[in-house]
């Protein structure tokens, strides 16, 4: 799969013609690559491990005129080849729209757990931050396809921590594809 770039926090989103939400909110489900950008245990830097996130969009609650955060509930699991795995609880997803720097969109996951290349101690949070160049995003809708989440490909980044070292897992993301129904 094509190799995009890392993922850190934050949430924003693009009016493209198929991929805002509607009304209801439904359940969606994303598979990805993350390329890590260290070690990690036994995992050597440029590892590819391969994600998988559920989510559904749940209440929303408006941070300032900048920010709207939406409570989920889903899951994010991390595995590498050798089949090590970390996983936790999306608790939410931040969309960002700024004139200074730049738009973005964060799947913010909490209650990390697992044994990902031998390290079994984490520290919340696991994100995935999807960054668009400022003004790309005419809304605080979520994107419900593919498409819509390809408007925030500026850069794409992976973060998980340890609590021991507070050493940081950053990874770049690739081959987003999302489905919700």
Excluded at 24 to 42: K, L, P, W, Y
Excluded at 44 to 49: K, N
Excluded at 55 to 79: C, F, P, Q
Aim: proline share 4%; charged share 20%.
């Amino acid at each position: 799969m094509k190799h995009m770039t890392m993922a850190a926090i934050g949430a924003a989103v693009l009016l493209v013609p198929g991929g805002v939400r509607s009304d209801t909110s439904q359940t969606c489900r994303a598979e990805f690559e993350i390329v890590t950008n260290d070690v990690h245990g036994t995992l050597p830097a440029g590892t590819v491990l391969t994600g998988e996130m559920t989510y559904a969009e749940g209440r929303s609650m408006k941070m300032g005129s900048e920010t709207m955060s939406y409570l989920s509930n889903g899951s994010m699991i991390v595995t590498a080849k050798d089949g090590t795995r970390i996983e936790a609880a999306l608790r939410a997803i931040h969309l960002v729209r700024t004139p200074h720097f730049a738009d973005y969109a964060s799947f913010d996951a909490k209650d990390v757990v697992g044994d990902l290349g031998g390290v079994i101690d984490y520290e919340d949070p696991m994100l995935l931050t999807f960054y668009a160049p400022r003004g790309s995003l005419k809304s605080f809708d979520l994107p419900t396809s593919t498409a819509g989440w390809q408007a925030l490909s500026k850069r794409r980044d992976f973060q998980v921590h340890t609590p021991d070292t507070m050493e940081t897992l950053p990874g770049e993301i690739s081959a987003f594809q999302v489905t919700c129904g």
